[in-house]
């Protein structure tokens, strides 16, 4: 059987985190050099986004790892305590982690990512009035840029649409300018409604 398989089964085709049940993906628990079913779990988006900062945390959504944090399987205790304590500033969050037990080696584990230490902060790409930016979306730019290396000038007001976002930069974008592809700094551009 596949580990899929495997995880929708243990997991009753359920989010091994907040229990929802809408577009499950396998999450492999940090760091691992091989995935099995101990290392991996089965979550929703919600939480894998917020996991993964790509979305804002919202601790409301989190408030379930008071029971999660129970969970016999390693990877759901480990990604409940990293959790946990990325929440440690409310005060339901550090009740819990006074709770929480893991051995030695489970802990190990948890802190090898460093992602405890980091608090709830998310770093998401952002236009210039704060709206955030999605892969796919459509700018509008407020400034007129000079494209380096080309002739190139892109004037106020134009449209980029189906945008991509830099992974490694949250501060810039990359689309197609008269066919060229090139990348923009977000606070040059305005989400379009």
């Known amino acids: 059987m596949k580990l899929n398989e495997l995880l929708l089964q243990r997991s009753d085709n359920k989010c091994e ?59 759901v205790q480990i990604v409940s305590w990293r959790m946990l304590n990325r929440l440690k500033h409310e005060s339901w969050a550090m009740d819990n982690l006074d709770m929480i037990y893991l051995n030695d080696e489970a802990l190990a584990w ?41 002739t190139l000038n892109a004037k106020m007001g134009t449209v980029v649409k189906n945008i991509r976002l830099v992974e490694d930069n949250t501060e810039q974008i990359e689309g197609k300018i008269e066919g060229q592809l090139i990348v923009i700094l977000t606070k040059y551009v305005r989400k379009q409604s």
């Open 110 to 150: 948890a802190k090898a990512t460093g992602d405890h230490d980091n608090d709830a902060a998310v770093e998401l790409h952002r236009d210039c009035n704060s709206a955030v930016l999605q892969n796919g979306d459509s700018v509008v730019l407020i400034k007129s840029l000079d494209v380096k290396g080309s």
């Open 17 to 75: 985190l907040c229990q929802a049940t809408d577009t499950l993906n396998v999450y492999e628990v940090p760091p691992q050099s091989s995935s099995d079913q101990d290392n991996c779990i089965m979550i929703c988006e919600q939480c894998q986004s917020q996991i993964e900062r790509k979305a804002e945390l919202n601790s409301e959504h989190w408030r379930f790892l008071s029971d999660s944090m129970w969970s016999e399987i390693p990877g």
